[in-house]
């Protein structure tokens, strides 16, 4: 079974993102991040689906910023904007829905989002309400390094890790690049293509997950297509944790209400934890991590 090489320890200023990983990786653990669009079907409901997932053990939880062009995203997500946006969903509206949230749970919480609702708030502004709401990290899916100087220079100092995307496109170089401007864990796209739930994980990504681990120590979050608990478990053995997104919004597009969409979100993620912390997923701590800083 192959090893996960990640560092065990962070630095003592180290945040939510890190430690997490940290704990993860010393448990032998593969980590699962959860994905949903802030806003469906309205804040209020987000929140407590945001709290169930936390205690159903989702350990970092990505909130999509719903915006009106969403050109990453498949079918499903794309709904999930819609009603969002319906709701009165913004950028201003989910940084308020953190702040409720941090009162309650310690769960890393994750910004995913478009460039333009963040450039329409203006940098500086986003990035100073997103550290004192208590956001984690940002990942802006069409913002690239070569683009992001000035970007990750206001958010870094305000303790805001910023995530970029690699892709199975992506050349050896291109994941050197790509991995020196990322913190806290590396997204790894698992298929070209939009998101959306797969029956199957691609052949090739164990290579592609090792191309990546030879660019970055960072921890290496598989997405993209993510869905099933076989999914999960086969990641297990060669990532360090699965970002699951599209069943997750499936399960709140059809619940009836706030309370029953909170109800099948945690049974999901429990289910998709069963399938992290057992079988082939459960893993072994590196020979020789105890000792890296």
């Not at 909130?63 to 201003?92: W, Y």
């Not at 069943?247 to 706030?258: L, S």
């Amino acid at each position: 079974m192959c090893k996960v090489a990640t560092s065990l320890e962070p630095g003592p200023s180290a945040g939510r993102i890190a430690r997490r990983f940290a704990e993860l990786a010393r448990r032998g653990e593969l980590g699962l991040v959860a994905y949903l669009t802030a806003g469906d079907p309205s804040l209020e409901a987000s929140e407590k689906i945001v709290l169930a997932a936390a205690e159903a053990g989702a350990d970092v939880i990505e909130l999509g910023v719903p915006f009106s062009d969403p050109v990453a995203d498949g079918p499903m997500i794309q709904r999930a904007s819609e009603r969002a946006l319906k709701s009165g969903t913004t950028l201003a509206g989910i940084l308020d829905l953190v702040g409720r949230l941090r009162q309650k749970t310690e769960v890393p919480l994750v910004l995913f989002s478009y460039y333009n609702p963040i450039l329409q708030m203006g940098l500086e502004r986003f990035a100073d309400a997103a550290a004192r709401a208590g956001v984690d990290g940002v990942l802006a899916t069409d913002l690239t390094p070569e683009e992001a100087s000035e970007y990750r220079s206001i958010l870094r100092p305000r303790g805001l890790d910023t995530i970029f995307l690699a892709a199975p496109t992506s050349t050896d170089s291109r994941l050197a690049r790509i991995s020196a401007a990322t913190s806290g864990f590396l997204y790894l796209i698992s298929r070209t293509g939009v998101t959306g739930t797969r029956d199957a994980l691609p052949e090739d990504l164990p290579v592609l997950v090792r191309r990546a681990r030879k660019a970055t120590r960072l921890p290496i979050a598989v997405g993209f297509g993510i869905s099933l608990p076989t999914h999960v478990s086969v990641l297990g053995g060669i990532a360090d944790a699965a970002v699951v997104g599209s069943a997750i919004v499936a399960e709140i597009e059809k619940a009836a209400a706030p309370e029953a969409a909170a109800e099948n979100v945690a049974k999901l993620i429990r289910t998709l934890k069963q399938a992290g912390t057992s079988g082939v997923s459960h893993r072994g701590i590196p020979a020789g991590s105890e000792n890296r800083s």
